[in-house]
């Protein structure tokens, strides 16, 4: 059994910065692949980043968000820069086995989900 648990979630104006976190437990971290995705209202989840050994991002977020691992620590991160209203939503990280992918139906753990706001 693993459990994620995201933080780091909040209120922030546009342009500013917030880094979520993603601890894991039960399992020998290192060897899955890890994933952030995120939900907005009325919308379909969609990937924002994952992360086996290098980063892969969406079109959308690519140059402002920074998706990071610490092994030691069973943490996966997710550093958000120059934030959009656009980047409103739920949250979630995911772990798979296997190497990273963009598809939410290849994980098959998820955390609660973390709310990001984006509004001045």
Not at 14 to 21: I, Y
Not at 58 to 68: C, L, M, N, P, Q
Not at 101 to 116: C, N
Request: glycine share 12%.
């Amino acid at each position: 059994q693993v459990q994620l648990v995201e933080s780091g979630g909040g209120l922030v104006q546009p342009g500013g910065s917030l880094r979520l976190s993603c601890a894991a437990s039960g399992r020998t971290f290192s060897i899955y692949a890890m994933g952030w995705f995120r939900q907005a209202p009325g919308k379909e989840r969609e990937f924002v980043a994952a992360i086996s050994w290098t980063g892969t991002y969406a079109d959308a977020v690519k140059g402002r968000f920074t998706i990071s691992r610490d092994n030691a620590k069973n943490t996966v991160y997710l550093q958000m820069n120059s934030l959009k209203p656009e980047d409103t939503a739920v949250y979630y990280c995911a772990l798979k086995s296997g190497g990273r992918s963009v598809d939410p139906s290849e994980y098959y753990y998820w955390g609660q989900g973390t709310q990001v706001t984006v509004s001045s």
